[in-house]
């Protein structure tokens, strides 16, 4: 059992904040999982306080939800945290960050009448009870039925028991209507195959250059829109404190900062002992929450202060590149098909970034596009692990993506800033 205490407040009214707050013994990138979790829950940090004696650690974050859609199990969010807390005094800080254990694969199989929304609908619910998507088969029958594979995992560990799956079939059925049938059985075995992006595609999704001031460059990934708002100011100051660096982070606020900042963090083995985020509600851009101010008291791996100027540009550089670009989105054609592909890198660690495949299905549902099929897979590329999203999209009259160029885009721009926040 976890030693330390963790407790949520919800908030009342709608919009009203939450106080979650976490007080445990740390270890190494535990400001991390725990954004990763809330993130994961649909939920959005605004203020937050972190402090450490690299012992016991003392964490306060002020979260609201996304949108009036998700529903918050609050209950199994504290026991998620909980879980997170360690059970004994500091695990030392060590650049090697042990691998998680292998999780249950499942398969979910549904058949239902085709419509346009389906797959996002599916995936809500299975977000709402924790369920993790890995893998997604679509196909459709001669009398215009849908088979749609689902191999996932349970954030709760409990789809072992009959009780959970019929929970989960229950939910869909009540959810989506009674001319639908799902089953939920073992995946054994089961491996998260893919195919490799062709070489030059690959090149172009996964390479991003940083401008001087920190604007991003790569045309075919960003629109002229996103690249005007996408600047972030990073200071270093070592005169502060007689033991640590002050990193002091001003940017555009946009969905999951906090936890691309800490993960960034993590995986460069900078040791956060005090934290603050703050938001500036009056500036940013339209339907933003505004500007972001992060103060970060910092320590290197080996006890010392970041004061080697190359060092500084290297952090610097690293965290301008995952807070301006933690995505990636392009559309390319696949033979006679649209395919969409949606790329975020991987933490050290092994694992992923939470609601990728909720937000990509959301936009595309929004625009009236269908999806024929769906997979996620890792690729190695630019020394480092990416997940990767492919969406192949049926072409329509109503929305024609084969020769439309203008449409394209607007699938791209769509589900980049949905991705970011800017619709959820």
Known sequence: MPVGELAARPGGAEGEETVITVNCPDQAGLGCDLCRTILEFGLRITRGDVSTDGHWCFVVFWVVPRSSSIRIRWASLKNRLMSMCPSSYSIPFYPDMSQPGPSQFYLLKLLSPDRKGLLHDVTHILSDLELIIHRVKVSTTPDGRVVDLFFITDGMELLH???????????????????ISCEVLSAEGFQQGFSSLAPKIAEELFRVELAGDGEMCSSSLISAELKKVQTATINFDNSLSPAHTLVQIICADQK????????????????????????????????????????????????????????????????????LHPLRVMVVSRGPDTELLVANPVELCGKGRPRVFYDATLALKALGVCIFSAEIGRQAASERQWE???FLLDDSREFPLTNS????????????????GCYN
């Open 405 to 420: 160029l203008a449409n394209r885009n607007r699938v791209v721009d769509r589900v980049r800033k949905t991705l970011m």
């Open 256 to 323: 999951g900062l906090i936890y691309d900042i800490l993960r960034t963090m993590k995986d460069c083995n900078i040791q956060i002992f005090y934290g603050r985020f703050r938001s500036d509600k009056k500036g940013g851009r339209p339907g933003s929450k505004g500007c972001r101010e992060v103060d970060l008291f910092v320590k290197q791996v080996d006890g010392k202060k970041v004061t080697d100027p190359e060092k500084q540009d290297a952090l610097r550089a690293r965290l301008r590149s995952e807070m």
């Open 388 to 390: 990767v999203y492919r």
């Open 161 to 179: 028991k009959k009780e959970r799956q019929e929970e989960t079939c229950s939910t869909l059925i009540a959810a989506l209507g009674p001319s």
